[in-house]
Nanobody, 119 residues
Framework: QVQLVESGGGLMQAGGSLRLSCAAS????????VGWFRQAPGKEREFVAR????????YYADWVKGRFTISRDSAKNTVYLQMNSLKPEDTGVYYC????????????WGQGTQVTVSS
């Protein structure tokens, strides 16, 4: 089973950009869909974006509205979330998750990385 290691979180001013990374450990992402979720303080975890590894096709939550881009690097076995035009409401813990492609259960989760956006 794939294991996930996230990195790239931090403190950023509103309007800035951050890139989160999710690296696979133990096996490759081949055959998986990889997604990003986030959880703001006092709120439930919500879906951000996902990408099917084999096809590279992305899918986004409606609220992303072009600010975030999910991508993959096959050579590095890593999925990225590029976040632009950050807002204070983007503050939260961002989690990488993986599921077997074309299944519904997000079976594997990373430890999360904190993103804080100041106004």
């Amino acid at each position: 089973q794939v294991q996930l290691v996230e990195s790239g979180g931090g403190l950023m001013q509103a309007g800035g950009s951050l890139r989160l990374s999710c690296a696979a450990s133990g096996r490759t992402f081949s055959g998986y869909t990889v997604g990003w979720f986030r959880q703001a303080p006092g709120k439930e975890r919500e879906f951000v974006a996902r990408i099917t590894w084999t096809t590279g096709i992305p899918y986004y939550a409606d609220w992303v509205k072009g600010r975030f881009t999910i991508s993959r690097d096959s050579a590095k076995n890593t999925v990225y979330l590029q976040m632009n035009s950050l807002k204070p409401e983007d503050t939260g813990v961002y989690y990488c998750a993986a599921r077997l492609a074309y299944t519904a259960n997000w079976s594997t989760w990373g430890q999360g990385t904190q993103v804080t956006v100041s106004s």
